[in-house]
C-alpha cells in the first residue's frame, strides 16, 4: 500500500473517531483533527512532481516569495506609521459608536487594530463617524483621560 494512501486512511478514521466520540461522551478535539486535516495539501506536491506545467507554476511561486515579503514589510511599515499618528491625532477621542476598549486608538495595539479593521474596509465607515469632529452628543474629548 501507498504511503498516501496509509496518510488518507489514518486521517478518515481519527476524523470519524473524534466525531463519533463527540457525539457519544460529548468530549470535543476538534480542533487537534482539523489540523491533521491540513497536511493534506501536503498531496498537492505528489501532483507538482508529476506534473510539467505545475512544477513551472510552483517554481513561479516560489520565486515570488521574496518579493511578497518585501511588499509585505512595506505593508506593515505604513500601518506603523498611521498607527503612531492615530494615537497622536485620535488617542484623547472618547469611545463611543465603533470604539470601544479594544478598537481605538488610545493605544498603538489598539491603534492598529483599528487600522486592520478599516484596511479589511469591515467597519471603515463606523470609525471614520466616531472620530469625526461635529457637534453631537457623543463626542466629546477629554483633558486627561484615565483610561
Known amino acids: 500500500m501507498e504511503a498516501w494512501n496509509l496518510f488518507d486512511c489514518f486521517i478518515a478514521i481519527s476524523s ?11 468530549f470535543s478535539i476538534g480542533g487537534s483533527t482539523a489540523v491533521v486535516r491540513t497536511f493534506r495539501v501536503v498531496k498537492i506536491l505528489k501532483l507538482v ?17 521574496k518579493p511578497l515579503a518585501n ?34 486608538f488610545e493605544t498603538f495595539t ?11 474596509t469591515d467597519a471603515w465607515t463606523d ?3 466616531a472620530c469625526l469632529r461635529i457637534r453631537a452628543v457623543d ?9
Open 16 to 26: 470519524t473517531c473524534t466525531i463519533i466520540l463527540d457525539e457519544i461522551s460529548g
Open 49 to 65: 512532481k508529476k506534473s510539467r506545467s505545475l512544477r513551472y507554476i510552483f517554481r513561479t511561486f516560489i520565486v515570488c516569495l
Open 71 to 104: 511588499i509585505g514589510s512595506l505593508l506593515l511599515l505604513i500601518l506603523y506609521v498611521y498607527a503612531i499618528a492615530g494615537v497622536i491625532l485620535f488617542g484623547q477621542v472618547m469611545r463611543n459608536g465603533r470604539l470601544d476598549d479594544t478598537l481605538n
Open 110 to 120: 489598539g491603534s492598529i487594530l483599528a487600522l486592520f479593521v478599516i484596511s479589511t
Open 127 to 129: 470609525i471614520g463617524t
Open 139 to 147: 463626542f466629546d474629548c477629554k483633558p486627561n483621560p484615565t483610561y
